[in-house]
């Protein structure tokens, strides 16, 4: 048995993509178990960008089983456009498996999550507005359909019925909103219940059985630990577990069976919509940084907020998840600084923090401890072998992992998957 678990350490954007494709080189199966279509991964193949949403990073191998989990935010609409897309590109799609009993995400989904966060003013939590987590809303209140009720006609009929009652009487009541037609809804998602069919399956079932076979599993997160609905910045969070817990309920695995966690950390930090950011540069700084790496959003186009990397959250990371390697992405996009930072500590009202606060108000009041590091001012992304880093960038990993108490395991120097470092030879 040898599964694996790839899970963001900060607010997400980390370079998930790109390790999970590295890795998926090793697996006979790459699955997806929480976020939707609201998370983008772009894999770099041959000079190629493959833009990813909802399709686990497994389908640019050829003969890997892509699984969409339980936990999935479900859209049909989405994952059709990128299958379409991946086949025009002559990507075979015949590994393609989707969870029975995934919630679909519908287009009143989409256009509540949008008018709700408008509603919200000043307060909005700057959704995608992608529908996932009123997707999870209905879950919760035992009004979700899931795609065994979608891929059964008489079923979804009656279930998108009720539903539709129930959001178009809110939509009017709430936002003054024109309904949403029900019989134009059905027909345009039956048609997607056709083509989708003959990929549903038990994937709970097929999972386990093919670990219990032997086959090398990867678990691939979407967003990050600090957009945990439970473990994050709450409220400006995603609505499901990134946290490297997440595949146990998202994917239908029991702990015991999952073997390593790896843990994607960027070299500097982003995040994107509200909340406290504590190492957040509003400067020249953060600019670079943002135009260096090309911060902006997979799904949305949105520029990410940007600052230096912050150890804190790391090591918070580290300590929910298990961590047992780091895989650190995008250093290259350090190469031309002069100088770099590194958040080791918090500072509230002069006292030296040991955890990350809970409280908003507090984190968003704290006082980055920084360490000062000088650039290595060269070109790394032609590196191939740890020893031949510049000293001063290895010296930057490895304070990272003193601090962080996380082993380096992967360093990545470029988006191609040959600009690649490894020095764990055990994670599968």
Same mark, same amino acid.
């Given at each position: 048995m040898s599964t694996v678990v790839v899970t963001g350490t900060q607010w997400g954007d980390? %370079?998930?993509?790109?390790? +999970?494709?590295?890795? #998926?080189?090793?697996?006979?199966? !790459? +699955?997806r178990h929480q976020g939707g279509s609201n998370a983008g991964h772009t894999v770099v193949v041959d000079g190629q960008d493959y833009k990813l949403r909802l399709m686990p990073s497994g389908i640019l191998y050829k003969g890997s089983l892509c699984i969409v989990g339980n936990g999935v935010a479900f859209d049909p609409k989405i994952m059709l456009e990128e299958m379409d897309g991946l086949a025009k590109r002559g990507i075979d799609l015949s590994g393609i498996r989707i969870s029975n009993r995934a919630h679909v995400v519908l287009p009143y989904h989409c256009l509540m999550?949008?008018?709700?966060?408008? #509603?919200?003013?000043?307060?909005?939590? *700057? &959704?995608?507005?992608?529908?996932? *987590?009123?997707?999870? $809303? /209905?879950?919760?209140?035992?009004?979700?359909?899931r795609v065994c009720d979608f891929i059964d006609k008489e079923e979804f009929a009656k279930r998108l019925k009720e539903n539709l009652e129930i959001k178009n009487r809110e939509l009017k009541l709430l936002y003054d909103h024109e309904p949403l037609d029900y019989d134009q809804m059905l027909e345009e998602?039956?048609?997607?219940a056709d083509r989708l069919r003959p990929y549903v399956c038990d994937t709970i079932a097929l999972l386990n059985d093919e670990i219990d076979k032997g086959k090398k599993v990867l678990f691939e997160g979407a967003q990050a630990t600090m957009l945990d609905i439970d473990y994050g910045t709450y409220p400006y969070v995603t609505a499901s577990h990134p946290v490297a817990g997440g595949p146990t309920v998202g994917a239908g695995v029991a702990p015991k069976k999952i073997d390593k966690v790896v843990g994607i950390v960027k070299a500097y930090c982003?995040?994107?919509?509200?909340?406290?950011?504590?190492?957040?540069?509003?400067n020249a700084i953060g600019d670079k940084i943002r135009e260096e790496g090309h911060e902006y959003g997979v799904v949305t186009g949105r520029p990410r907020r940007t600052g230096w @990397?912050? #150890?804190?959250? $790391?090591?918070?990371?580290? @300590?929910l998840? *298990?961590? /047992?390697?780091?895989?650190?992405?995008?250093?290259?996009? @350090?190469?031309?600084?002069?100088?770099?930072?590194?958040?080791?500590?918090?500072?509230?009202? *002069?006292e030296l923090l040991n955890e990350i606060p809970a409280?908003?108000?507090? @984190? #968003? /009041?704290?006082?980055?401890?920084?360490?000062?590091?000088? %650039?290595?001012?060269?070109?790394? &992304?032609? !590196?191939r072998k740890y020893e031949d880093l510049p000293e001063k960038a290895k010296k930057y990993l490895e304070r990272m992992?003193?601090?962080?108490?996380?082993?380096?395991?992967?360093?990545?120097?470029g988006p191609n998957r040959d600009e690649t470092i490894v020095l764990a030879k055990d994670i599968f």
């Open positions: 980390e %370079g998930k993509g790109k390790i +999970v494709d590295y890795l #998926a080189q090793q697996a006979d199966i !790459v +699955v999550d949008g008018l709700g966060d408008e #509603a919200r003013g000043k307060n909005k939590v *700057g &959704t995608t507005h992608r529908g996932i *987590g009123p997707c999870y $809303v /209905d879950r919760d209140n035992r009004i979700g359909i998602y039956n048609g997607y982003t995040r994107v919509g509200e909340g406290p950011f504590p190492t957040e540069q509003l @990397l912050d #150890a804190c959250v $790391v090591r918070y990371a580290g @300590l998840s *298990g961590i /047992d390697y780091m895989a650190v992405t995008r250093l290259d996009i @350090l190469d031309s600084f002069d100088e770099i930072k590194m958040c080791v500590g918090y500072k509230y009202k *002069g409280s908003l108000k507090i @984190l #968003a /009041d704290v006082e980055p401890v920084y360490e000062t590091f000088e %650039g290595w001012k060269t070109d790394i &992304t032609k !590196v992992a003193e601090v962080t108490n996380i082993k380096l395991g992967i360093v990545s120097v």
